[in-house]
């Protein structure tokens, strides 16, 4: 291709947040010419387009939504188009352009290719697999390993692959990626030397529409990974177990309470055990919950395989303290223990947080409900709450169904968190409960930009709680 045919081509980039950004800067930092596209319009979006803008990097916002005709000025120019995760794949608009040839990729697979020479962990699943990111890579740099972690948590990949042709980087040892269906979806050719699969339940469905789709979206990811290690403890795993490529299993139970034998399991008196050999106690975790037994298993079965040895292991997880948002222990006033689990966005995610901490419990959950079983939720909250405030837009719907099920604990329906908090503390004093949580069972964008604006500002209306009493 001549430079002069090079330089008038053009790499279009599909959303104006943190994954498209970084894209957008790393494909500028190898001189390419890079136009954002952005279908939403506010003063922050404004704002990011006119920094940008003065870096080199063009962006229109579009404020409609995305359609062919957004892209016929540039149609002969286009060498590529980058989807961040939270455009769907299969967008109609997507698919006319492949139909025109044009090179489309996710965020993740434009910055795989700068990065695939460097050993990497890919962790997906419905739920746990922030806290397996976060743990894991918790445990290899306390074992002076170099890491970077990134993907659906911790920093866009493109960021990373920026920082790596940077004159002063450091080569990594590890690259720890938590990898969602959405960018697993956008990026075929991410091929992990370790793939992780905590959990799978319905989510996303909305998106995927079923749940064969979303399994072989996640399935994917793990028959391209050199080595895969598997929760046992997954039911939906455990029955698709003949359907998937070979690997690790985990569980928190003794070896022979399975129809097979996992690597990694824990006897009755709580050690946890790498086929016979006796590796360390479960009290080593200080996080609560049995999900976070299978996560520190999962993180011990892939420092094992990275060479770890046990004692390296068990020091490094006795001082991990979980991550922000996730069963968030935020202290005890007036003998109410505080939770803030505003990352639990779907049921299931709920229903863990509910099996985990102190009860009897005053649930704050609402929101955007997302497709999915809500029966088992609401047979946990009938065994660990005594009541329940329900705020955001399904709140109405969420009461319906919690008054169909003839749960006997009170349900209060309040416009928004401030207010549900403060009801919750009220509920609470007067039924004698333990434990105030904010799990919410849905996504966040009715009222907030996310999940963690969710959950700071929880902790905010807590804080102007200790502070009052």
Known sequence: ????????????????????????????????NVLI????????????????????????????????NNFTPWIKRINSIIVSPGIDWKHVTLEELRKKNINIKGEVELAWQRLSHIPSIGITGTNGKTTVTNMLNHV??????????????????????LKSIQTDYQELNWLVLELSSYQIEGSPKV???????????????????????????????LEKSSIRIYN?????????????????????????????????WVDEKGYIFEDQKQLFH???????????????????????????????????????????????????????????????????????????????IILLAGGIQKEGDYLPWIKQIKQSTNGIVLFGLSAKKLH??????????????????????????????????????LSPACASFDQYQNYEERGDHFKELVKQYRDIK
Request: proline share 3%; charged share 25%.
């Open 140 to 161: 290899l740099k306390l074992n002076d390993l170099n890491t970077e972690m990134g993907g659906n948590c911790g920093q866009a990949l493109s960021k990373i692959a």
């Open 37 to 68: 596209l952005e279908n939403n319009s506010n003063k922050k979006l404004i704002d990011i387009s006119k920094k940008l803008k003065s870096e080199g990097i063009n962006v229109i916002i579009l404020d409609e939504p995305l359609h062919i």
């Open 400 to 437: 319906k169904v919690l008054l169909e099920s003839s749960y006997k604990g009170e349900v209060i329906v309040k416009k928004n968190l401030q207010e549900a908090t403060t009801a919750s503390i009220d509920l609470a004093n007067k039924t004698t409960s333990k434990s105030i949580l």
């Open 191 to 221: 091929e992990p030397t370790i793939g992780i699969w905590t959990t799978f339940t319905p989510d996303h469905l909305e998106r995927h529409n079923d749940m064969e789709s979303y399994f072989e979206i996640k399935r994917s990811l």
């Open 232 to 264: 046992s403890d997954d039911k939906n795993l455990c029955i698709k177990r003949k359907e998937l490529p070979k690997g690790i299993w985990v569980g928190t139970k003794n070896q022979s309470s399975y129809s097979y034998h996992p690597k990694f």
């Open 1 to 32: 291709m001549s430079k002069q045919k090079q330089s008038n081509q053009i790499h279009i980039v599909l959303g104006l947040g943190s994954s498209g950004i970084s894209a957008a800067k790393l494909l500028k930092s190898e001189g390419k």
């Open 282 to 360: 479960t009290s080593i975790l200080k996080i609560p919950g049995n999900h976070n037994l299978q996560n520190l298993l999962l993180v011990t079965a892939a420092a094992r395989e990275i060479g770890l040895d046990q004692s390296s292991i068990a020091t490094s997880i006795n001082s991990f303290k979980g991550i922000p948002h996730r069963l968030e222990d935020l202290g005890r006033i007036n003998n109410l223990d505080f939770y803030n689990d505003s990352k639990a966005t779907n049921f299931d995610s709920s229903l863990i947080a509910l099996k985990s901490i102190t009860t009897p």
